[in-house]
């Protein structure tokens, strides 16, 4: 053992509430929180500076009524079709209305969204969307709006920032949620944190895949730690494919170069959506036109490329001075990172994983099961998104429900006295870190395990999925645990000591893949983004139903929970 643990009185830090993740949802819910009154005391915790939280990258827009001619009743109604009848209409019917109430509240405090000739904000069309509701700032929202809502929040004078510091584990006792241990990675210090409300707000899991949109940091750390927590997480076999991703990277090329008019060409030069979707085309969702590409694919109408079959998206014809007004983060990042000028070729792309519509479970005031937690943004399952989520919807939703959870949070909080810790919880912890993880003398690398869990789960938990593959995708998972137990952290150092982070964070990344597989298995039917070639219908009957897995010593337990309907029975799914 390199290490050896002191067991030492360790210093407890105290607010009334803590936010883990600093992205759009974690910093809406902070600054609701602190708005509720000046009294109550909110610390945002986050593993990267804020502004690097993954939020940054949305590029195409934030969904919201904003127009004559659009209605609440039709975003949801998008929303719920789109989702295959997964979502929870109740929620998806509450998220639609307040989604123009935060576009105008980022408005007023700034956000420099594109306008119209007149003035007014801009909105451009998305897939799934029956009208064009995205408000946009140029290819940049996600940029605009996280600066937007970092200025605001570092005027508030009860909000205290953590930055750069890892959470590890969230400890809850009897059901209630009563604090959290994050090491400060400057000085690779362990801290016990307590407070009344703890609100998760950590993002996704796209990197247990190799080929994905999403930074480095989307290892869905959160949904960890409150599945070994005891809190089940919901829907994790619903993972989103972009149809767009920039190849050989993976970067995003929005779905806005879409709905400013891009097409989609295979090798014939033929825009073949026309088979998939005709009255959409382009602009179906998501779901949908992944498997088309990959079906184009398979069936050899792809590109030939230095990295294999490939589509064009071709924005060619809109210009060269829209593609710069409109699009020019895409211009820049088609030319440095692939190679080509969109003004005069076509870029390459292909599916990427993208979005994970399933997370910690939790209702629409976003409470979990435990007393005192709340989650919200894309490492919370509410469940707006479903079985696939509409693009633009998720900016929304990180907005409307980091509000709610910040200002569910400051209630309770409000109400409550102050937690204790359990002392022995957090030695445990401070031991599975450091004497387990950190001083494991074994010989394994957490890249090579990395890049095989990543390897298995493209080839294998991909956009079409057989049990056969799933089966195996598994006991190769569960082999990769097992030898995760004798991973070597080449760096003994304390300070950024970023070999124990990523090993920390493969750590969570195992889980979520084996429990993403479970769930998948499970699942004998096609629903949204599951695809099941050995099952290819949507079967209501016996699917109509949200998934939760459960945290066991022998692996996920999975249970079921109906889906909420209001006012649209399931009925088929056509574009
Ligand atoms: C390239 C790209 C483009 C996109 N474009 C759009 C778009 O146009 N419209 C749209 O609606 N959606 C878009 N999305 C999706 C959307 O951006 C995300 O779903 C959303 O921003 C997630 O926000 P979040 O607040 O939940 O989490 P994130 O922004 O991912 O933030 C997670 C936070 O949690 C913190 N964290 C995680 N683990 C830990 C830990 N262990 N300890 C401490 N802190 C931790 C991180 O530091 C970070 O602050 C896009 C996504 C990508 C990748």
């Excluded at 893949?513 to 099952?535: F, M, P, Q």
Aim: hydrophobic fraction near 40%.
């Amino acid at each position: 053992m390199r290490y050896t643990l002191k067991v030492r009185w360790m210093e407890t830090i105290t607010h009334d509430i803590i936010i883990v993740g600093a992205g759009i949802a974690g910093l809406r819910a902070a600054i609701a929180a602190a708005e509720i009154s000046n009294k109550i005391d909110v610390s945002i915790l986050s593993k990267v500076h804020p502004i690097r939280s993954h939020s940054v990258c949305a590029q195409g827009g934030t969904a919201a009524t904003l127009r004559e001619g659009d209605s609440y009743n039709l975003h949801a109604w998008d929303t719920v079709k789109g989702s295959d009848f997964l979502a929870d209409q109740n929620v998806a019917e509450f998220f639609v209305k307040q989604a123009p109430k935060e576009v105008i509240t980022l408005e007023h405090w700034g956000c420099p969204w594109s306008r119209t000739p007149d003035g007014k904000i801009n909105q451009r069309p998305f897939g799934g969307h029956s009208f064009p509701r995205a408000c946009f700032a140029a290819d940049m929202t996600g940029l605009h709006e996280m600066h937007t809502l970092y200025g605001r929040a570092v005027m508030q004078e009860n909000i205290t920032f953590y930055n750069e510091w890892f959470a590890t584990s969230i400890i809850i006792q009897n059901n209630i949620s009563k604090g959290l241990t994050a090491i400060e990675l400057k000085t690779g210090e362990m801290h016990a944190l307590r407070a009344k409300a703890i609100i998760m707000a950590t993002g996704g899991c796209e990197r247990i895949y190799a080929f994905t949109t999403f930074s480095h940091t989307a290892t869905g750390d959160g949904m960890t730690i409150a599945y070994r927590a005891g809190v089940p997480l919901k829907d994790m076999e619903f993972i989103q494919f972009h149809p767009t991703g920039l190849v050989p990277s993976g970067v995003l090329i929005t779905e806005g170069a879409r709905g400013e008019g891009g097409y989609l060409i295979n090798a014939d030069g033929e825009r073949f959506m026309k088979r998939y979707a005709p009255e959409k085309m382009e602009l179906a969702p998501r779901d949908i036109i992944a498997r088309a590409e990959t079906t184009e694919i398979q069936e050899g109408r792809g590109l030939d490329g230095p990295y294999g079959p490939y589509i064009a998206l071709d924005l060619r014809h809109l210009g060269e001075e829209k593609i710069k007004e409109r699009l020019p983060l895409i211009h820049d990042v088609a030319i440095k990172l692939g190679g080509v000028n969109p003004v005069e070729e076509p870029i390459p792309i292909k599916p990427a994983a993208h979005y994970s519509m399933g997370g910690i479970h939790a209702n629409i005031r976003t409470e979990t099961p435990a007393s005192g937690l709340y989650a919200a943004g894309e490492g919370a399952c509410l469940s707006i998104h479903g079985a696939n989520r509409l693009g633009t919807n998720s900016t929304s939703d990180c907005l409307v429900f980091g509000f709610v959870a910040g200002e569910e949070a400051a209630k309770y909080a409000l109400s409550k006295d102050s937690r204790e810790l359990p002392q022995d919880k957090i030695l445990a912890e401070e031991r599975r870190v450091f004497d387990q993880v950190l001083g494991s003398e074994g010989d394994e690398r957490v890249s090579v395990l990395r890049d095989e869990m990543r390897r298995i789960m493209n080839d294998k938990v991909w956009i079409f999925r057989r049990e056969d593959e799933l089966q195996s995708a598994l006991k190769e998972i569960r082999q990769l645990k097992k030898r995760f137990k004798s991973v070597k952290i080449e760096d003994e150092g304390r300070s950024f000591n970023t070999g124990l982070v990523a090993a920390l964070q493969l750590d969570f990344t195992l889980d979520l893949a084996e429990v993403t597989i479970i769930s998948a298995l499970a699942r004998t039917e096609s629903r949204g983004a599951h695809s099941r070639l050995d099952y290819p219908k949507r079967d209501d009957e016996n699917w109509l139903k949200h998934t939760l897995a459960y945290h066991t010593k022998e692996g996920p337990r999975l249970e079921y929970i109906p889906v909420t309907i209001t006012k649209w029975p399931p009925s088929a799914r056509a574009y």
